[in-house]
């Protein structure tokens, strides 16, 4: 039998060359992505290693704002076995770009290191020019040097936590080893006594020190730790902080890669319902050839065995081709990466570890093996005799009772767990995870029961989409729909990679437009505002101070000023955000119940999200901190957090704090370019307060809806290719097993051309089938998902028509390409050949 496989095989090579490209993509994106992370995680752990190579003890405070005094580091520059040790500080500094604009990241002020002069002591290396040695200089990262323009000898200003400015020369540029600088903020290397006058914070956030010749770091760990009775202050030797560093930054990478391999397992998945369909037409095509070797002799188990070691040889050969292929993906990763400024640490070469070999040939094998397994076990049911004749097509009833019974459970189910998710109740206007799991989850479920009644369906489907086409273009049309109905199984089988394709880029399409338009809407609504002040985020509290918003109101070409307040507190025992709005604010969030203008001293407005889960109405009382208020008015929104009080009771109860945010409106008829400039007079004084205006806000929030969409686009386009081998395959399998009727088709008066056109309308018809299919099931999850991520829906639910049009016109091309080699092959057959064949 092994010589009999072997020889099956041989003989349908190139009919299982598509099958074994749909194994080598699914193989590659799972090594791919596993390549991608070893190599990310030890370049990353190389970087941390070599920044703390020279460390061999580490003092540091425990607590998050706590800070070692000078004398500690004389206190461990005295314990012996200390060769050297330095103080490394690190606290909040604030550069302005070229513009006189803050520079941050995430609306987070940049850091300001000091300089230490030993090198294997201090977290950075010297790029260019010198470390500063006087409390006018100042060296930055390269980073930050590249992407403004800073060059050595020209100046650089930073801000103190007063809000006043200090121009200083630039002496050098360095690189932060251990990821201070970041891709929006900076990091600035000033002077102790520098870094002291312009963060307004003295002492050292960790003291680290080298061990002298013949002490090792264990000991040296222990006499530092004898030595140091400092309260708050723990110490650890040189190795835990590499790996404490290492860690740190590797569990981004983690998360990352997990979402990689989510992707890759909808990839797989694409693929085993190609493998599937592939050994499912072959196996039907040598229904012949099988039967006669059990005449021969085979016994069932030889059969179950050749099938079955047939797919384990083209498993194990196009897995292994995957493992090279992922190999190459993950460099292209890296590349793109880099391309984008994401590059990690170079470590030289790819980091290949034979656990990744082994997965990514284990997982094509398996995959293979089982895709192909519910084939072999039909090929042993064939009878001998009976195998001999032409099959019959006709599906059996109790097929399809068990076909329509299961569907129904499996919708049952998951429509019960999408309808739980969608009607869950957040926590306050936290995100709905829970909700969102269980609509995830209900979304698979139904999506199975789609699959398994898919062969019941798909034929009337076809037929309504087929019927005016068929009319227009002609009888070569018609006979492609008839073609399709004629095996819906098959259909069902080549059209669901497409449509898993298509359905997840319909629902993230959707959920995103929602998301999109309800955050529009809801600015536009709620926030009617021209501009958005905030305060740059240097120090704990920061805001926009009182003031700034002084000076705002004082501007004739400014109408409204609506300065809004918040903290986190507790409502009902639950913590959240908690808000206030000065007085003269003419913003308001829109209420659902109740009115605003009751609230006064003693009562409170809930977001309608935390009334709901908390089960109170206007008229009830509710604990906020450590007191308890009547309900006068609910409202919606997102900007204010769960509670709004009065401004008198928030001062009592939380102090007078700068402002969260400032809500400016222009007066009417002032254009935008003498709004915007009367914004930054008023502000001249206050280079921490970060101005952006509604438009821009709105601009940044649709571009990065469009950059995630991007990214989902691109990797879910790994399984739309998939699915496009798949229809590629089935049709070059169709073409062989109905050359005898193409040949009489041919001689019944159908020319070349419109043997083409019928293979080429057929192959588009199951494509679009699918991706109706597909878009429908996405449209209604996509709604069900942004429901369950969201509270309300200020903009209505959003369903992006051109996005999903472009969906379908690809869908439509993909099958359209798919089709073109085996319609040329079959209108190249020769007539009386096929017609011989048998």
């Given at each position: 039998m092994l010589?009999a ?7 349908h ?7 074994a490209?749909?194994?080598?993509l699914g193989?590659?994106?799972?090594t791919g992505?596993?390549?991608y992370?070893d ?5 990353l ?16 405070g425990?607590?998050?704002?706590h ?6 580091l ?6 012996p076995?200390v060769?050297?040790a ?8 604030p550069?302005l770009?070229?513009?006189g ?6 609306g987070?002020?940049?850091k300001?290191?000091n300089?230490?002069r030993d090198?294997?002591?201090?977290p ?7 470390l ?6 100042v060296?930055i ?12 000898g020209?100046p ?22 251990t990821g201070?600088g970041?891709?929006?903020g ?7 006594r520098?870094?002291d ?5 003295t ?7 080298h ?7 264990q ?7 004898a ?7 723990e110490?650890i030797?040189?190795?835990t ?6 860690n740190d930054?590797i569990?981004?990478v ?5 979402a990689l391999?989510?992707f890759?397992l ?16 072959l196996l039907?095509?040598r229904?012949?050839?099988l039967?006669?070797?059990r ?7 030889q059969?179950?065995?050749?099938v079955?070691?047939?797919?384990a040889?083209?498993?194990l050969?196009?897995?292994a081709l995957g493992?090279l292929?992922g190999f190459?993906l993950?460099?292209a990763?890296a590349a ?5 400024g994401?590059a990690?640490p ?6 290949v570890?034979?656990r990744t070999?082994?997965v ?6 398996l ?8 084939p072999?076990?039909s090929a042993t049911?064939?009878a001998p ?11 059996s009833?109790?097929?399809?009772v ?9 919708a ?14 957040p926590?306050g ?13 209900g979304?698979l ?6 699959i398994v009644?898919?062969?019941l ?10 019927y005016?086409p ?5 009888p070569?049309?018609?006979l ?14 080549t059209?669901?990679?497409l449509?898993?394709?298509v359905?997840?880029?319909t629902?993230?399409?959707v959920?995103?437009a929602t998301?999109?338009a309800?955050?529009?809407?809801e600015m536009s ?11 740059v ?7 926009v101070?009182?003031a700034a918003v002084?000076a705002?109101?004082?501007?004739p070409?400014?109408?409204?000023i609506t ?6 507190s ?5 913590r ?6 000065e ?24 977001h309608q999200a935390?009334?709901?889960r908390?089960g109170?109405h206007v ?6 901190g ?7 008015a609910l409202y ?9 009080l ?7 109860a939380?102090?007078?704090h700068?402002?969260q945010?400032?809500?400016?409106r222009?007066r009417?008829g002032?254009s935008?370019?003498d ?8 502000l001249?004084?206050y280079p921490?307060?970060d101005?952006s205006s509604?438009?821009?806000t ?5 571009s ?5 969409l991007?990214v989902f ?5 790994i399984?739309v290719?998939i699915?496009l081998?798949?229809?590629?395959n089935?049709?070059?399998?169709s ?5 005898r009727?193409s040949a ?5 008066g159908?020319?070349?051309g419109q ?6 309308a057929e ?6 089938v ?9 449209i ?7 429901r369950a991520?969201?509270?309300g829906?200020a ?21 359209l ?15 009386t050949a096929?017609?011989a064949?048998?």
């Amino acid at each position: 039998m092994l010589r009999a496989t072997l020889a099956g095989l041989r003989a349908h090579k190139l009919r299982l060359v598509l099958t074994a490209a749909a194994i080598v993509l699914g193989v590659g994106f799972v090594t791919g992505t596993l390549t991608y992370a070893d190599t990310a995680k030890a370049a990353l752990y190389q970087r941390f290693a070599g920044s703390a190579a020279g460390v061999d003890v580490d003092v540091r405070g425990t607590g998050s704002d706590h800070r070692l005094p000078g004398s500690a580091l004389s206190a461990i520059e005295s314990v012996p076995g200390v060769q050297a040790a330095a103080g490394r500080a690190s606290e909040s500094v604030p550069v302005l770009a070229p513009n006189g604009r803050p520079i941050t990241n995430f609306g987070v002020a940049g850091k300001g290191v000091n300089a230490i002069r030993d090198r294997g002591l201090r977290p950075y290396e010297v790029h260019s020019g010198r470390l500063p040695s006087g409390d006018g200089e100042v060296a930055i990262d390269r980073d930050t040097a590249t992407r403004y323009r800073f060059r050595v000898g020209g100046p650089i200003t930073v801000v103190d936590p007063h809000q006043h400015r200090h121009r200083l020369v630039l002496t050098g540029i360095v690189e932060m080893d251990t990821g201070t600088g970041s891709s929006d903020g900076s990091t600035v290397v000033l002077t102790d006594r520098a870094l002291d006058r312009y963060s307004g914070h003295t002492g050292y956030r960790q003291i680290v020190a080298h061990a002298a010749p013949g002490v090792s770091e264990q000991q040296l760990t222990a006499r530092v730790n004898a030595a140091i009775r400092l309260p708050h202050t723990e110490v650890i030797s040189g190795s835990t902080l590499r790996t404490e560093l290492a860690n740190d930054a590797i569990s981004s990478v983690a998360v990352f890669s997990t979402a990689l391999l989510v992707f890759a397992l909808v990839a797989l998945v694409v693929a085993a319902f190609v493998i599937h369909n592939t050994f499912t037409i072959l196996l039907a095509q040598r229904r012949r050839e099988l039967a006669l070797l059990r005449c021969v002799g085979a016994s069932r188990r030889q059969v179950f065995g050749s099938v079955l070691g047939e797919s384990a040889l083209v498993g194990l050969a196009s897995s292994a081709l995957g493992v090279l292929f992922g190999f190459a993906l993950a460099y292209a990763m890296a590349a793109a990466l880099s391309a984008l400024g994401l590059a990690l640490p170079a470590t030289g070469s790819l980091v290949v570890a034979p656990r990744t070999v082994l997965v990514g040939i284990g997982t094509g094998l398996l995959v293979t093996l089982a895709a192909a397994l519910l084939p072999a076990i039909s090929a042993t049911r064939i009878a001998p005799i009976a195998a001999l004749r032409a099959p019959a097509e006709n599906p059996s009833r109790n097929r399809t009772v068990v076909r329509i019974v299961a569907a129904a459970l499996l919708a049952a189910v998951g429509g019960a767990l999408t309808v739980l998710g969608v009607t869950a109740t957040p926590a306050g206007t936290d995100e709905n995870t829970t909700g969102m799991l269980l609509v995830v989850g209900g979304g698979l479920i139904v999506f199975l029961g789609l699959i398994v009644l898919a062969p019941l369906y798909l034929a009337p489907v076809i037929a309504v989409v087929g019927y005016l086409p068929g009319r227009l273009l002609g009888p070569a049309t018609r006979l492609a729909g008839r073609n399709a109905r004629r095996n819906p199984g098959r259909v069902a089988a080549t059209s669901t990679p497409l449509m898993i394709g298509v359905a997840l880029m319909t629902i993230f399409s959707v959920a995103l437009a929602t998301v999109r338009a309800s955050a529009d809407a809801e600015m536009s609504r709620s926030f009617p505002a021209d501009y958005l002040l905030s305060g740059v985020q240097a120090e704990p509290g920061s805001g926009v101070p009182a003031a700034a918003v002084a000076a705002l109101r004082g501007r004739p070409e400014l109408a409204g000023i609506t300065a809004l307040h918040s903290t986190r507190s507790t409502v009902a025992g639950s913590r959240t955000t908690v808000a206030a709005l000065e007085p003269g604010a003419d913003l308001r969030p829109e209420t659902t119940a109740g009115s605003l203008a009751r609230l006064h001293a003693g009562t409170v407005a809930l977001h309608q999200a935390a009334a709901r889960r908390l089960g109170r109405h206007v008229g009830d009382t509710v604990t906020v901190g450590a007191h308890r208020y009547r309900i006068v008015a609910l409202y919606t929104g997102s900007m204010i957090g769960s509670a709004l009080l009065s401004w008198p009771d928030f001062r009592t109860a939380y102090g007078t704090h700068p402002a969260q945010a400032v809500y400016v409106r222009a007066r009417s008829g002032v254009s935008a370019a003498d709004s915007r400039a009367a914004v930054d007079a008023a502000l001249r004084r206050y280079p921490l307060v970060d101005v952006s205006s509604m438009a821009e806000t709105r601009q940044r929030l649709s571009s990065s809806i469009d950059q995630l969409l991007g990214v989902f686009a691109a990797l879910l386009g790994i399984s739309v290719l998939i699915a496009l081998f798949g229809i590629a395959n089935t049709l070059s399998l169709s073409v062989f097993e109905r050359s005898r009727e193409s040949a009489l088709l041919r001689a019944l008066g159908l020319t070349r051309g419109q043997l083409r056109g019928m293979l080429l309308a057929e192959a588009i018809l199951i494509a679009v089938v699918g991706a109706l299919v597909g878009i429908a099931f996405g449209i209604g999850y996509g709604i069900a998902a942004a429901r369950a991520a969201m509270t309300g829906f200020a903009g209505g639910v959003q369903i992006p028509v051109g996005q999903v049009l472009l969906y379908l016109a690809l869908a439509a091309l993909a099958g359209l390409v798919a089709a073109v080699l085996p319609a040329r092959r079959a209108a190249r057959t020769s007539l009386t050949a096929a017609m011989a064949e048998d």
